[in-house]
């Protein structure tokens, strides 16, 4: 199983850009499906972004298309979200997820089978 730790959260401006890092261990990253989840205060943990294990497709939800970016290498076992135009909405823990079925992106919380501790996202407006 695929333990992930992550890293890069902050405080920003409305409209500026964080990049989130995801490092996993484990020798079967490359092959996972990984995503990225968040939760804000007295909200449910919500999907944001889905990458396959050959980081050829992407999934996103879409209050952050066209803004964020997942991308994988895998040479690194590392994973990132590239957030772009941040909004004060967009403030909220942000969760590293390996998903738990081979092939199959976790975009729910039972499709998860490891999570990191999230990192904090501020979005300042």
């Known amino acids: 199983q695929v333990q992930v730790v992550e890293s890069g959260g902050g405080l920003v401006q409305a409209g500026g850009s964080l990049r989130l890092s995801c490092a996993a261990s484990?020798?079967?990253?490359?092959?996972?499906?990984m995503g990225w989840f968040r939760q804000a205060p007295g909200k449910e943990r919500e999907f944001v972004a889905g990458i396959i294990g050959g980081g050829g497709s992407t999934y996103y939800a879409d209050s952050v298309k066209g803004r964020f970016t997942i991308s994988r290498d895998n040479t690194k076992n590392t994973m990132y979200l590239q957030m772009n135009s941040l909004k004060p909405e967009d403030t909220a823990v942000y969760y590293c997820?390996?998903?738990?079925?081979?092939?199959?992106?976790?975009?729910?919380?039972?499709?998860?089978?490891?999570w990191g501790q999230g990192t904090q996202v501020t979005v300042s407006s």
């Open positions: 997820a390996a998903g738990r079925q081979w092939g199959v992106v976790p975009t729910t919380m039972s499709g998860v089978g490891s």
């Open positions: 484990g020798r079967t990253f490359s092959i996972t499906a």
